[in-house]
């Protein structure tokens, strides 16, 4: 949601009438309960599945006549956005915010928290209590309400018969590569296997029901043909190559059987040999460029979990160093962060049947840990970690990269093999210049994995001092203040005064490379703001740009 999008959403909101209960404005001046936020964040997705809308809205800065009055709630962006750690903590199935946002508008900050709707069948709780709204009250959800959201069917498009669909629909090749890896997952049953008839099988992999064909079973096994039997639906995988400036240079388009294309598209990927820069023994020689598992599991998952009601293609765009995949459909965990840490299956599926026909053919892992697993494995060869989209709703994109992005942390990863995996995921945040919380830097200062100024944080000197990047780290290393007085100090002895041109020029070079120009000279404007008004060692003459400074 761009920032216009996102004015536009705050002003439908404001002119709401009449019952909202999912909708709540906060002034939240300086701070706001964490437990009060917690309810509110079960409050509003029971009530937004209740009132069957898109999402709950918090909405801090705005009064209870729903004028902007601004708040100063969280300043410090990083702790800002913890919150969805914060708060997927204490919620069931580990649900928290879909995004955080700020406008800064004349009248104040606003801060819009968006909350999904509970999921079909699961009320959301606080603490193990589900909330809901009384008018503008908070109250604990009633019996009533409970029960109308347990009552809610899940509807599995997957698992739906195809109406006039027979076995003559699914491709035979397909089918006889379904029993090899079925074979491969059940080994002792692979003598049974050979003797079963296609429907018996088909019923046994839950392709069908009863013999008669499922949607899941078009998607997997389906000839090409027989696409139109899932209509309006669409089921199609586009790899496109993309160069440099990323124009197309090269496409395809598979329909099903996606069994038999998912590997087809894997071998259009050019997974050439990726040659380590020469560091003692910390690397090997070469590697290829990509995981071939992480590529399959990152490929499947997109058609597992591809909201198939939304008639959208999955895309996979290759380029010279990275991957990138896209499937239609919300991410159900909510966060990454959340899938890594409960290490447990998804308790709800879009698309259940299909999951299951996938596990039984071996494309996916049957216990829900193949997101994981990609982290470990690109962990493992010292690479960055998938990068998951999710600020686009209705909409998944994972990047797999295939080349060191900062050498420094692969550096780290290959002299620390115990880090664990949370910790990584945090060092990788830093290297991709995302921004990580105060709390999460100290974490890493402490390990002595990072160092700077937060936020302008880099790589460990104990690591790029090992690994002979010397040059750099003293690029980035910040002196301390004292080393920059002491310089301003002797220039203006030997000179009897000096400009802050002069000054510029003096220290700019040696102030830390991780800062910009402009936090540069806001470095060096704070200095000697310190040491005329605090250390009392220098004074400043005139008031223009050509004033000068001379010791007191």
Same mark, same amino acid.
């Given at each position: 949601?761009?920032?216009?999008?996102?004015?536009?959403?705050?002003?439908?909101?404001?002119?709401?009438?009449?019952?909202?209960?999912?909708?709540?404005?906060?002034?939240?001046?300086?701070?706001?309960?964490?437990?009060?936020?917690?309810?509110?964040?079960?409050?509003?997705?029971?009530?937004?599945?209740?009132?069957?809308?898109?999402?709950?809205?918090?909405?801090?800065?705005?009064?209870?006549?729903?004028?902007?009055?601004?708040?100063?709630?969280?300043?410090?962006?990083?702790?800002?956005?913890?919150?969805?750690?914060?708060?997927?903590?204490?919620?069931?199935?580990?649900?928290?915010?879909?995004?955080?946002?700020?406008?800064?508008?004349?009248?104040?900050?606003?801060?819009?928290?968006?909350?999904?709707?509970?999921?079909?069948?699961?009320?959301?709780?606080?603490?193990?209590?589900?909330?809901?709204?009384?008018?503008?009250?908070?109250?604990?959800?009633?019996?009533?309400?409970?029960?109308?959201?347990?009552?809610?069917?899940?509807?599995?498009?997957?698992?739906?018969?195809?109406?006039?669909?027979?076995?003559?629909?699914?491709?035979?090749?397909?089918?006889?590569?379904?029993?090899?890896?079925?074979?491969?997952?059940?080994?002792?049953?692979?003598?049974?296997?050979?003797?079963?008839?296609?429907?018996?099988?088909?019923?046994?992999?839950?392709?069908?029901?009863?013999?008669?064909?499922?949607?899941?079973?078009?998607?997997?096994?389906?000839?090409?043909?027989?696409? $139109?039997?899932?209509? +309006?639906?669409?089921?199609?995988?586009?790899? !496109? #190559? /993309?160069?440099?400036? @990323? %124009?197309?240079?090269? &496409?395809? $388009?598979?329909?099903? +059987?996606?069994?038999?294309?998912?590997?087809? !598209? #894997? /071998?259009?990927?050019? @997974? %050439?040999?990726?040659? &380590?820069?020469?560091?003692?023994?910390?690397?090997?020689?070469?590697?290829?460029?990509?995981?071939?598992?992480?590529?399959?599991?990152?490929?499947?998952?997109?058609?597992?979990?591809?909201?198939?009601?939304?008639?959208?293609?999955?895309?996979?765009?290759?380029?010279?160093?990275?991957?990138?995949?896209?499937?239609?459909?919300?991410?159900?965990?909510?966060?990454?962060?959340?899938?890594?840490?409960?290490?447990?299956?998804?308790?709800?599926?879009?698309?259940?049947?299909?999951?299951?026909?996938?596990?039984?053919?071996?494309?996916?892992?049957?216990?829900?840990?193949?997101?994981?697993?990609?982290?470990?494995?690109?962990?493992?060869?010292?690479?960055?970690?998938?990068?998951?989209?999710?600020?686009?709703?209705?909409?998944?994109?994972?990047?797999?990269?295939?080349?060191?992005?900062?050498?420094?942390?692969?550096?780290?990863?290959?002299?620390?093999?115990?880090?664990?995996?949370?910790?990584?995921?945090?060092?990788?945040?830093?290297?991709?210049?995302?921004?990580?919380?105060?709390?999460?830097?100290?974490?890493?200062?402490?390990?002595?994995?990072?160092?700077?100024?937060?936020?302008?944080?880099?790589?460990?000197?104990?690591?790029?001092?090992?690994?002979?990047?010397?040059?750099?780290?003293?690029?980035?290393?910040?002196?301390?203040?004292?080393?920059?007085?002491?310089?301003?100090?002797?220039?203006?002895?030997?000179?009897?005064?000096?400009?802050?041109?002069?000054?510029?020029?003096?220290?700019?070079?040696?102030?830390?490379?991780?800062?910009?120009?402009?936090?540069?000279?806001?470095?060096?404007?704070?200095?000697?703001?310190?040491?005329?008004?605090?250390?009392?060692?220098?004074?400043?003459?005139?008031?223009?740009?050509?004033?000068?400074?001379?010791?007191?």
């Amino acid at each position: 949601m761009t920032e216009e999008e996102l004015k536009i959403t705050l002003t439908e909101l404001l002119a709401l009438s009449g019952e909202t209960e999912w909708v709540e404005f906060k002034h939240a001046k300086d701070s706001f309960h964490f437990d009060d936020l917690g309810e509110y964040f079960s409050a509003l997705s029971n009530e937004a599945n209740l009132k069957n809308q898109q999402n709950g809205w918090l909405v801090f800065g705005v009064n209870n006549k729903r004028e902007i009055v601004g708040t100063n709630f969280r300043r410090d962006i990083g702790k800002l956005h913890s919150l969805k750690h914060e708060i997927s903590q204490h919620t069931n199935s580990n649900i928290t915010f879909i995004e955080i946002r700020t406008l800064n508008l004349p009248e104040g900050r606003v801060i819009l928290f968006q909350i999904p709707p509970a999921p079909l069948g699961i009320p959301v709780t606080w603490k193990r209590i589900s909330y809901g709204r009384d008018g503008e009250s908070l109250v604990p959800l009633s019996i009533q309400e409970i029960e109308i959201i347990r009552s809610q069917k899940k509807t599995d498009w997957s698992g739906e018969v195809c109406p006039g669909a027979t076995l003559n629909d699914l491709d035979k090749d397909a089918i006889q590569k379904a029993r090899i890896e079925y074979k491969k997952k059940n080994q002792k049953l692979a003598d049974d296997v050979d003797k079963w008839n296609d429907e018996t099988f088909l019923n046994k992999i839950k392709a069908a029901v009863q013999g008669q064909v499922t949607r899941a079973a078009i998607i997997i096994l389906g000839k090409p043909e027989s696409v $139109h039997l899932i209509s +309006p639906s669409v089921a199609k995988m586009s790899w !496109i #190559l /993309k160069n440099e400036q @990323n %124009l197309e240079i090269d &496409y395809e $388009h598979f329909d099903p +059987p996606f069994i038999l294309n998912s590997e087809a !598209i #894997l /071998k259009k990927i050019r @997974n %050439l040999k990726y040659r &380590y820069l020469p560091d003692n023994t910390l690397f090997p020689e070469e590697i290829l460029k990509y995981e071939p598992w992480v590529i399959r599991e990152a490929l499947h998952n997109c058609i597992a979990h591809q909201d198939y009601f939304l008639n959208s293609r999955i895309i996979i765009v290759e380029k010279d160093d990275e991957l990138i995949f896209n499937n239609a459909g919300s991410f159900i965990p909510q966060s990454i962060e959340t899938v890594i840490t409960q290490d447990a299956p998804q308790r709800y599926y879009r698309n259940q049947l299909l999951a299951e026909l996938m596990v039984n053919v071996n494309m996916i892992d049957t216990i829900g840990s193949g997101i994981k697993k990609m982290f470990i494995k690109q962990r493992e060869r010292f690479f960055p970690l998938p990068t998951y989209e999710l600020d686009i709703p209705d909409e998944v994109t994972v990047k797999i990269y295939g080349k060191v992005l900062d050498e420094n942390y692969s550096r780290v990863l290959s002299a620390n093999d115990s880090l664990g995996l949370q910790t990584v995921m945090l060092l990788d945040s830093v290297q991709k210049k995302k921004i990580i919380s105060k709390d999460a830097y100290k974490l890493l200062k402490q390990k002595r994995l990072v160092e700077g100024r937060f936020p302008n944080i880099f790589v460990s000197y104990s690591v790029t001092y090992y690994s002979g990047d010397r040059a750099k780290y003293i690029r980035n290393r910040a002196f301390d203040k004292k080393y920059y007085k002491d310089l301003i100090i002797e220039y203006i002895s030997k000179y009897g005064k000096a400009t802050r041109k002069e000054l510029h020029d003096l220290l700019l070079t040696k102030i830390s490379d991780v800062l910009n120009e402009k936090q540069k000279k806001a470095k060096v404007k704070n200095l000697l703001f310190e040491m005329a008004h605090k250390d009392k060692t220098i004074i400043k003459t005139g008031k223009t740009k050509a004033s000068e400074w001379k010791l007191k």
